[in-house]
């Protein structure tokens, strides 16, 4: 029963079902029949539409193009405007305002820039020659302004204004500018050049700072413009021109190898004390002051900044170091060491700040050219030390002196010698170029040898006197002025006491040798010896007639001792009076115990005094005399 109903009630169900189905289903054609009537009045619609479409677009589109167009003519329009302004401008030219000539410049580039990249534009090509034209023109008066401004504001340095850049100790004395800081004295050459290099130099002002940016900005853009060549030429030829200017009035001048070989020595000595001067002027103060005006008015132009700088100071620096080459290439000569030892020096000191300033490959041949002379000077200084010492030795001339006196190559070498230490560490620099031995060993070689030649030479020229005695003063003067010299200068430190004391020995030998000579003789006839036994005669059995003899003969001696001596000359006066008493301790005791043994039986005799004519007194007041250069006119007074 429960079964039969629930079938009962599920076919009900199924039934219900169905029937709903089958009105969906009616529904959904009549849907698809009212879908189907739409979609064929759209297609209707979508086809009369299509037309209108089209139109529309195209209008859309013509706008589109209108307003390109119009903006591109607006854009063409405003360079033209902006070109028109700028060439205003540019046939104001630069010099009322330079700033905004400037800006000009820079917009014209602009509408190069523009008409070259809308080529399109039917008119770009003759408005790009047009704007080019200006272009040329504006750079053209860039460069007029540049080369006014640089001639305008370049002045040549006048020499006084120079001098007050120095530091005190270089700057000449009042009325002798003309010698400024010329060759110092040798006296003092190592305290000059220590002054020298620790000097402070007031820089110089080329051009008033106030131009430069002016200068700078000019440069600057006709470098920006492609005319970097313009600019290295103007640049070249307005401050080259100035700075030879410069150097000329200072004294500088161009000089060959054969003008300096045929000028006076004085002439030449004069003219380069002044070359070192100008060198230390041009290097710390003209060159120094052109690089630090280069490096302003080029800066940020590094492709031509060096090579600009080098243009401009090439020929002078070629000037100045022509002549040092001329000098160190010149021929040898003694007298020439110091002034190359002078121009080493300098070019020594200079050289670093040379190397700083003359930097860059542009600047390379100033360079190696300075360093160059400063090698070539230490070689020929060198090899004239070696030519001096050479001279010393083989010096032939003849002139004897008389009197037996300091012969003048003795006094010349010792001044030479003494000079050479007043040039100690620029010497020893010098031995250190060529040899990496201790150079106060060299110094004190080289010194020896020198001294070692004098001797020798000195040996050499004693022979010339016929008189033994004068040969013997002649060598003791000689040695004697060199080991008193040697004693109060540097050279002792360096030769040392063994040296000092060796050669005191040596100049007493020679005044023993003297003494020898020339008063063994006169001694004899003041002995009491027999005559030809040899023996002492105590009894002192000597004849009137002996005596008289002896008394003759010692008068004559002494007389013509005392005639010919007195003319010679012994120059230092401890030496003159240590050898006259040297002398009077072995002569005047012997005449007094002569005199006093002998001259009663003279006395007693008939005219005593044509023999006895001198007393021991007399003959000390004429030994008084000895030695003294003087003639015989003025001994008889």
Same mark, same amino acid.
Request: charge should be neutral; charged fraction near 25%; aromatic fraction near 8%.
């Given at each position: 029963?429960?079964?039969?109903?629930?079938?009962?009630?599920?076919?009900?169900?199924?039934?219900?079902?169905?029937?709903?189905?089958?009105?969906?289903?009616?529904?959904?054609?009549?849907?698809?029949?009212?879908?189907?009537?739409?979609?064929?009045?759209?297609?209707?619609?979508?086809?009369?539409?299509?037309?209108?479409?089209?139109?529309?677009?195209?209008?859309?589109?013509?706008?589109?193009?209108?307003?390109?167009?119009?903006?591109?003519?607006?854009?063409?329009?405003?360079?033209?405007?902006?070109?028109?302004?700028?060439?205003?401008?540019?046939?104001?030219?630069?010099?009322?305002?330079?700033?905004?000539?400037?800006?000009?410049?820079?917009?014209?580039?602009?509408?190069?820039?523009?008409?070259?990249?809308?080529?399109?534009?039917?008119?770009?090509?003759?408005?790009?020659?047009?704007?080019?034209?200006?272009?040329?023109?504006?750079?053209?008066?860039?460069?007029?302004?540049?080369?006014?401004?640089?001639?305008?504001?370049?002045?040549?340095?006048?020499?006084?204004?120079?001098?007050?850049?120095?530091?005190?100790?270089?700057?000449?004395?009042?009325?002798?500018?003309?010698?400024?800081?010329?060759?110092?004295?040798?006296?003092?050459?190592?305290?000059?050049?220590?002054?020298?290099?620790?000097?402070?130099?007031?820089?110089?002002?080329?051009?008033?700072?106030?131009?430069?940016?002016?200068?700078?900005?000019?440069?600057?853009?006709?470098?920006?413009?492609?005319?970097?060549?313009?600019?290295?030429?103007?640049?070249?030829?307005? $401050?080259?021109?100035?700075?030879?200017?410069?150097?000329?009035?200072?004294?500088?001048?161009?000089?060959?190898?054969?003008?300096?070989?045929?000028?006076?020595?004085?002439?030449?000595?004069?003219?380069?004390?002044?070359?070192?001067?100008?060198?230390?002027?041009?290097?710390?103060?003209?060159?120094?002051?052109?690089?630090?005006?280069?490096?302003?008015?080029?800066?940020?132009?590094?492709?031509?900044?060096?090579?600009?700088?080098?243009?401009?100071?090439?020929?002078?620096?070629?000037?100045?170091?022509?002549?040092?080459?001329?000098?160190?290439?010149?021929?040898?000569?003694?007298?020439?060491?110091?002034?190359?030892?002078?121009?080493?020096?300098?070019?020594?000191?200079?050289?670093?700040?040379?190397?700083?300033?003359?930097?860059?490959?542009?600047?390379?041949?100033?360079?190696?050219?300075?360093?160059?002379?400063?090698?070539?000077?230490?070689?020929?200084?060198?090899?004239?030390?070696?030519?001096?010492?050479?001279?010393?030795?083989?010096?032939?001339?003849?002139?004897?002196?008389?009197?037996?006196?300091?012969?003048?190559?003795?006094?010349?070498?010792?001044?030479?010698?003494?000079?050479?230490?007043?040039?100690?560490?620029?010497?020893?620099?010098?031995?250190?170029?060529?040899?990496?031995?201790?150079?106060?060993?060299?110094?004190?070689?080289?010194?020896?040898?020198?001294?070692?030649?004098?001797?020798?030479?000195?040996?050499?020229?004693?022979?010339?006197?016929?008189?033994?005695?004068?040969?013997?003063?002649?060598?003791?003067?000689?040695?004697?002025?060199?080991?008193?010299?040697?004693?109060?200068?540097?050279?002792?430190?360096?030769?040392?006491?063994?040296?000092?004391?060796?050669?005191?020995?040596?100049?007493?030998?020679?005044?023993?040798?003297?003494?020898?000579?020339?008063?063994?003789?006169?001694?004899?006839?003041?002995?009491?010896?027999?005559?030809?036994?040899?023996?002492?005669?105590?009894?002192?059995?000597?004849?009137?007639?002996?005596?008289?003899?002896?008394?003759?003969?010692?008068?004559?001696?002494?007389?013509?001792?005392?005639?010919?001596?007195?003319?010679?000359?012994?120059?230092?006066?401890?030496?003159?009076?240590?050898?006259?008493?040297?002398?009077?301790?072995?002569?005047?005791?012997?005449?007094?115990?002569?005199?006093?043994?002998?001259?009663?039986?003279?006395?007693?005799?008939?005219?005593?005094?044509?023999?006895?004519?001198?007393?021991?007194?007399?003959?000390?007041?004429?030994?008084?005399?000895?030695?003294?250069?003087?003639?015989?006119?003025?001994?008889? $007074?």
């Amino acid at each position: 029963m429960g079964v039969e109903l629930a079938m009962e009630t599920l076919s009900e169900r199924a039934l219900l079902v169905r029937d709903s189905l089958q009105k969906s289903q009616t529904i959904t054609d009549n849907m698809v029949s009212i879908l189907g009537s739409f979609d064929h009045r759209l297609s209707s619609l979508e086809t009369a539409m299509r037309p209108t479409q089209i139109r529309t677009h195209s209008i859309r589109r013509a706008h589109e193009n209108i307003d390109k167009t119009l903006k591109a003519a607006e854009l063409i329009l405003g360079q033209f405007d902006l070109s028109r302004q700028a060439e205003a401008k540019i046939l104001r030219g630069p010099h009322e305002d330079l700033e905004s000539y400037l800006q000009a410049i820079e917009q014209l580039k602009a509408n190069v820039q523009f008409f070259s990249n809308n080529k399109s534009f039917k008119s770009a090509d003759g408005a790009l020659n047009h704007v080019n034209n200006i272009l040329s023109k504006a750079i053209s008066k860039l460069e007029d302004e540049f080369r006014n401004l640089l001639t305008i504001y370049s002045k040549p340095v006048e020499p006084d204004r120079l001098f007050e850049c120095l530091p005190n100790s270089l700057r000449p004395s009042s009325g002798n500018q003309g010698d400024a800081g010329g060759k110092s004295s040798t006296n003092s050459n190592e305290q000059n050049n220590k002054n020298a290099e620790n000097a402070v130099y007031t820089p110089l002002t080329l051009i008033p700072p106030r131009v430069l940016p002016l200068l700078h900005d000019l440069a600057y853009q006709m470098v920006q413009s492609g005319y970097q060549q313009q600019v290295l030429k103007i640049y070249r030829e307005i $401050r080259s021109a100035v700075l030879e200017t410069s150097l000329r009035r200072l004294g500088v001048e161009r000089l060959s190898k054969d003008d300096v070989q045929k000028m006076q020595w004085e002439v030449l000595e004069a003219k380069i004390g002044n070359w070192i001067h100008y060198m230390r002027i041009a290097v710390k103060l003209l060159f120094a002051g052109e690089k630090k005006l280069c490096d302003q008015v080029l800066s940020d132009i590094e492709i031509i900044r060096i090579l600009c700088f080098s243009e401009v100071t090439g020929n002078s620096v070629a000037v100045l170091l022509s002549f040092g080459d001329a000098i160190a290439r010149s021929k040898r000569s003694p007298e020439k060491l110091f002034v190359l030892l002078d121009m080493y020096e300098i070019m020594r000191e200079l050289l670093p700040e040379i190397e700083s300033i003359f930097e860059g490959k542009p600047c390379t041949e100033m360079r190696e050219s300075a360093a160059g002379l400063t090698k070539r000077l230490a070689q020929t200084a060198q090899e004239t030390f070696g030519d001096f010492e050479e001279a010393v030795e083989k010096d032939a001339t003849k002139t004897a002196v008389l009197d037996g006196t300091v012969h003048p190559l003795t006094s010349y070498v010792i001044n030479y010698v003494k000079f050479l230490f007043d040039y100690q560490s620029t010497l020893k620099q010098l031995f250190q170029e060529f040899d990496d031995n201790d150079p106060d060993s060299q110094l004190a070689s080289v010194t020896t040898r020198i001294m070692q030649a004098l001797q020798n030479n000195l040996d050499g020229k004693s022979k010339q006197y016929r008189d033994p005695a004068l040969t013997q003063l002649f060598l003791m003067n000689n040695i004697h002025y060199i080991v008193r010299s040697v004693r109060r200068s540097e050279a002792k430190d360096l030769l040392g006491d063994d040296w000092v004391q060796r050669h005191r020995r040596i100049v007493q030998q020679h005044a023993n040798q003297y003494k020898r000579v020339s008063w063994s003789k006169i001694l004899q006839f003041l002995s009491v010896q027999a005559s030809g036994s040899g023996a002492p005669d105590p009894t002192a059995g000597l004849s009137r007639a002996m005596v008289k003899d002896r008394f003759k003969n010692f008068n004559i001696q002494f007389e013509e001792l005392h005639q010919r001596q007195s003319q010679w000359t012994v120059p230092d006066s401890e030496l003159r009076e240590s050898l006259r008493l040297s002398v009077a301790e072995v002569l005047l005791p012997a005449y007094r115990s002569f005199h006093k043994r002998f001259g009663p039986m003279i006395e007693s005799g008939k005219n005593p005094q044509k023999y006895i004519k001198y007393s021991p007194e007399d003959l000390e007041h004429m030994l008084s005399e000895f030695f003294e250069n003087k003639t015989w006119v003025e001994q008889r $007074r």
